[in-house]
């Protein structure tokens, strides 16, 4: 009898180890975790990288997806500045935590206290942290990144164009700041990238022999458009093309450095934008790659940005995945491979590392993503290639863009209710809904369930789950 039971135990013990191996992470998942540096460029269209058909030379962002993986169906939780960056920093939609829009300039809000930024909880886990470029998380001081877990930040407080003359040619009242403290009014904004990609690769050097965390928010191709006279007329795409020239150098400088140092092997590095192009400025704007819209809407051309990750060894090299993800997955993957904890209040993103490492049969584990817009407005559900465009009102480039840095273009416009298949029509011109009932009323009932959770305005629902954001006072 002990001999059976000694034989059951053992095949108790195999069966489990089956289980545990197949349900684990992938072996490509090291016992050291990984420095993160993630570049955040503003409103950089889906079209506006080599690798994604851009019409100019992006040759390092080209070979960061030949060294890593490209995502072909990459998503921000909304298409604007400051609640784009919420999302991505906590692993929460933008409505949860009270963030809608972009906040303007002495804004009386911002990130809470309470709320848990990626910067944050890597630095529980000994990391070094920075923060280089735009911040638009609120410009009071208990708002700013050394407040919320970044140990320096340089740069600009919010959007490059947010002073009181906007669109004149002076802005003395735009400051360059150095953790709580402003260092210039009125920026030189040609040096802006330059100094960026400097400042993000002295706290590399200063910081390679401890596991760190480096963020770096390009402030452009937002416009008012700045470009240095090393890439001025040189890309032969006109301004913008000058200005993503110098962004492709800048994302060259910091994989160099980490080459340099040899801390390639060991770094997990994430480059992806904030929104879409603002389509309204013409040849001042990107590319939206052939996606409907732009920068301000729930279409594709707002949400879907370009992506590109890399770790060597981990990450496979040279693939393309169209698999679907959003940045709110950021901050519980990194949480994974850093052995970071995750807060106890609730957060929207789930680790979805099992999708970037390319661990075979791996599936999102979102039912699907919500896409809000304006204060509250539910306008449309993301899940897999299916896309439920909910009715809604949204600006539209129905007129002629603007040139010279001058806008022009956009009317308000009626979307009805539509889904769309993404694989076969990713430019959103095919409602499929009659042909697929089936998923139509799955997606509407995923609708049903965000709206009892963080409301929606369009349908007058009262969010139940959503915290409010921060206040000065």
């Not at 140092?261 to 770094?267: A, M």
């Amino acid at each position: 009898m002990p001999e059976i039971l000694s034989r059951l135990s053992l095949l108790l013990l195999i069966g489990s180890a089956i289980v545990v191996a197949a349900d684990a992470p992938p072996s490509t998942v090291p016992s050291s975790p990984p420095n993160v540096v993630v570049i955040f460029t503003d409103d950089q269209g889906y079209g506006d990288v080599g690798c994604y058909g851009a019409r100019y030379a992006t040759p390092h962002l080209d070979q960061l997806a030949k060294d890593g993986t490209r995502f072909t169906s990459f998503h921000v939780a909304q298409a604007v500045c400051s609640a784009s960056r919420s999302a991505l920093l906590t692993g929460c939609y933008p409505n949860r935590i009270g963030f809608s829009g972009a906040l303007g300039p002495k804004s009386q809000v911002g990130l809470a206290d309470g709320e848990l930024t990626i910067a944050e909880m890597l630095k529980a886990c000994g990391y070094a942290t920075a923060a280089v470029g735009k911040w638009h998380l609120g410009d009071q001081k208990k708002f700013l990144p050394t407040h919320h877990g970044f140990d320096s930040w340089y740069g600009l407080p919010y959007s490059n164009d947010m002073w009181p003359q906007h669109p004149t040619t002076t802005f003395p009242d735009l400051p360059l700041m150095e953790g709580d403290r402003v260092l210039a009014l009125n920026p030189d904004q040609t040096r802006l990238t330059g100094d960026y990609t400097a400042r993000a690769v002295s706290f590399i050097e200063a910081n390679h022999s401890t596991p760190f965390f480096l963020y770096v928010a390009h402030s452009m191709p937002h416009v008012p458009l700045f470009v240095s006279e090393r890439f001025k007329n040189k890309s032969g795409a006109g301004l913008y093309g000058d200005v993503i020239s110098e962004i492709d150098w800048s994302v060259g400088e910091v994989l160099a450095t980490l080459d340099r140092l040899q801390l390639r092997d060991n770094t997990l590095v994430i480059f992806t934008s904030d929104n879409g192009p603002w389509l309204s400025y013409g040849d001042h704007a990107g590319s939206a790659g052939g996606l409907r819209e732009g920068k301000g809407c729930s279409f594709e051309g707002g949400t879907r940005v370009p992506c590109m990750m890399r770790w060597p060894g981990h990450i496979p090299a040279g693939r393309v995945s169209d698999d679907t993800l959003m940045t709110i997955d950021l901050l519980p993957t990194i949480a994974r491979l850093c052995g970071g904890t995750l807060p106890t209040h609730r957060i929207d993103g789930k680790d979805v590392w099992p999708l970037i490492s390319g661990e075979t049969g791996a599936t999102n584990p979102h039912a699907g993503y919500a896409m809000y817009y304006n204060r509250n407005d539910l306008q449309a559900i993301l899940s897999g290639h299916w896309k439920l465009v909910l009715p809604h009102r949204f600006r539209s480039l129905t007129g002629t863009p603007g040139n010279g840095g001058k806008p022009g273009g956009y009317s308000m416009v009626e979307a009805p209710l539509a889904l769309y298949d993404l694989t076969a029509d990713r430019a959103e011109t095919t409602d499929v809904a009659a042909a697929h009932p089936a998923v139509l009323g799955r997606l509407q009932a995923l609708a049903e369930s965000f709206r009892a959770d963080l409301g929606d305005d369009l349908t007058k629902r009262q969010a139940t789950g959503a915290r409010p954001i921060g206040r000065s006072e």
